[in-house]
């Protein structure tokens, strides 16, 4: 069984099971993090899917593509756990890692 944990914009954290092979904002979505806006749908072009990542699972994330890393250099919110969460695979390596949803730019 692969789990996330998730910490949203309140503050709230609870742990969510995956469906492995979406990308990690489908996941958020699925689960009702609706403050997670993914508005350009998945194509690497909005950033409204900003979130953090850390703990087990993070270090086995493939590395950030130019596009990614672009898109992220937009945002004030921006850390060294910044990811776009469409733009991240589940797989059963990400299991037990933290995911918080990052502030609205
Ligand atoms: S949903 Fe727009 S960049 Fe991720």
């Not at 954290?13 to 492995?20: A, G």
Request: with cysteine; aromatic share 2%; net charge negative.
């Amino acid at each position: 069984m692969t789990t996330l944990i998730v910490t949203n914009r309140d503050g709230e954290t609870r742990e969510i099971e995956p469906i492995i092979g979406r990308t990690l904002m489908e996941v958020l979505r699925d689960n009702d993090y609706d403050e997670l806006q993914a508005i350009c749908g998945g194509n690497c072009s909005c950033a409204t899917c900003h979130v953090y990542v850390s703990g087990a699972g993070a270090g086995t994330l493939p590395p950030i593509s130019e596009d990614e890393d672009e898109l992220l250099g937009s945002s004030s919110h921006r850390t060294d756990e910044s990811r776009l969460s469409c733009q991240v695979k589940v797989t059963p390596d990400l299991n037990g890692m933290h995911v918080r949803i990052a502030p609205e730019d």
